[in-house]
C-alpha cells in the first residue's frame, strides 16, 4: 500500500504537459540518420552519439498508403550517409517543437537540400499552413 501511494505521489508531480527536455543541438551538426518515421521525420545519431528525432522544415508529407513512397524515398536518399542538420536561424541552435524533435532542413552528403529532393520528386508537398521560415518561398517554388 505505501508503494503504491509512494508511485501517486510521484505521478501527480509530474505535470501532464511537461515540455521535452532541452537538447541545444548547433547549425551544422553532422547526423546518422538510422530510423525513418515518415516523409518528414527521422531520427538518428548525432557524431557525440546523442539520439535524436528530427522533423524536416518545409514538407508536407503524406500519411498512410500514400506515405510508404515518401517515406521509401527518405530512406534511400538517407541510406547510410551522414547529412548536415541546419537551424532555420544559421549560428544559432536548432528549435525543438513539442514533441521533442529538432526542427531543422537536412543538407545531404552530395550537398542537396533534402526537403528540395522530395519536392522535386513529387514525393511531399510544401508546407504551407505552419510557421513560416527563411526556404519557403524557394520551396513553393518547386514543382
Wanted: aromatic share 6%; glycine share 8%; charged share 25%.
Amino acid at each position: 500500500m505505501v508503494r503504491l501511494l509512494f508511485a501517486a505521489l510521484i505521478l501527480i508531480s509530474i505535470p501532464a504537459n511537461a515540455a521535452p527536455p532541452e537538447l541545444n543541438v548547433d547549425d551544422g551538426s553532422k547526423f546518422k540518420a538510422t530510423k525513418v518515421e515518415s516523409g518528414h521525420e527521422f531520427e538518428g545519431k548525432l557524431e557525440d552519439g546523442k539520439r535524436v528525432k528530427v522533423r524536416i522544415v518545409g514538407l508536407d508529407c503524406p500519411e498512410g498508403k500514400l506515405g510508404k513512397d515518401a517515406k521509401a524515398a527518405v530512406q534511400k536518399l538517407l541510406k547510410g550517409k551522414k547529412v548536415t542538420l541546419e537551424s532555420t536561424f544559421p549560428m544559432f541552435p536548432l528549435a525543438q517543437d513539442n514533441f521533442g524533435r529538432l526542427v531543422a532542413y537536412v543538407r545531404l552528403d552530395d550537398g542537396r537540400d533534402l526537403s528540395a529532393a522530395l519536392l522535386e520528386s513529387g514525393h511531399c508537398s510544401a508546407q504551407t499552413w505552419s510557421t513560416p521560415h527563411p526556404r519557403q518561398n524557394l520551396y513553393a517554388g518547386i514543382r
